[in-house]
T-cell receptor
Framework: GDSVTQMEGPVTLSEEAFLTINCTYTATGYPSLFWYVQYPGEGLQLLLKATKADDKGSNKGFEATYRKETTSFHLEKGSVQVSDSAVYFCALLSGGSYIPTFGRGTSLIVHP | DTGVSQDPRHKITKRGQNVTFRCDPISEHNRLYWYRQTLGQGPEFLTYFQNEAQLEKSRLLSDRFSAERPKGSFSTLEIQRTEQGDSAMYLC????????????FGPGTRLTVL
């Protein structure tokens, strides 16, 4: 079945540091890939997505590129802020399905 | 605010009691989903509606859980005879056909069973 593996957290960074959160997946066919962010006490918000190989999703300074050859969708940001502290979830949606498969989430803590 | 809303945001109950949660999706969205999320985990799918029809249920959804969407708008999730293991965040999401199935999540209802 489909699965998503994320790097374990927490990831702790100083403000303005470079961020990478790794995500790899297993799926049949060509899934769509997503990153969601969850701030404390809130639901998930879609951060960015990519629907086919080599697509780059981007939003609010975050980027992720759909790499079919390595089955990866790593999240990056060049300079993190304290306000980026949250839990980040990688997810995939296989073609023909309406139900995404989520990773376990990676907590990001950014210190001033 | 035209996002997904959930009520209540927090619920504390005693073991054995019944609880009901409500979800109001984005108005033009025809699909509605319920998920459960426990600490340190991603959302786990429970059930999904297209309009008023419940089209899929997870094996996680025991007989004590029931969900309805009577008019294809808001939905309720009821848990009967709650157990401590039901303590979790219950998330609702909605989406619209033809928009890549992008789901929009509500803020969740946090259930604590004592």
């Amino acid at each position: 079945g489909d699965s998503v593996t994320q790097m374990e957290g927490p990831v702790t960074l100083s403000e303005e540091a470079f961020l990478t959160i790794n995500c790899t997946y297993t799926a049949t066919g060509y899934p769509s890939l997503f990153w969601y962010v969850q701030y404390p006490g809130e639901g998930l918000q879609l951060l960015l997505k990519a629907t086919k190989a080599d697509d780059k999703g981007s939003n609010k300074g975050f980027e992720a590129t759909y790499r079919k050859e390595t089955t990866s969708f790593h999240l990056e940001k060049g300079s993190v802020q304290v306000s980026d502290s949250a839990v980040y979830f990688c997810a995939l949606l296989s073609g023909g399905s309406y139900i995404p498969t989520f990773g376990r989430g990676t907590s990001l803590i950014v210190h001033p | 605010d035209t996002g997904v809303s959930q009520d209540p945001r927090h619920k504390i109950t005693k073991r054995g009691q019944n609880v009901t949660f409500r979800c109001d999706p984005i108005s033009e969205h025809n699909r509605l989903y319920w998920y459960r999320q426990t600490l340190g985990q991603g959302p786990e799918f429970l059930t999904y509606f297209q309009n008023e029809a419940q089209l899929e249920k997870s094996r996680l959804l025991s007989d004590r859980f029931s969900a309805e969407r009577p008019k294809g708008s808001f939905s309720t999730l009821e848990i009967q005879r709650t157990e401590q293991g039901d303590s979790a965040m219950y998330l609702c999401a909605s989406s619209r056909t033809g928009l890549g199935n992008e789901q929009f999540f509500g803020p969740g209802t946090r259930l604590t069973v004592l």
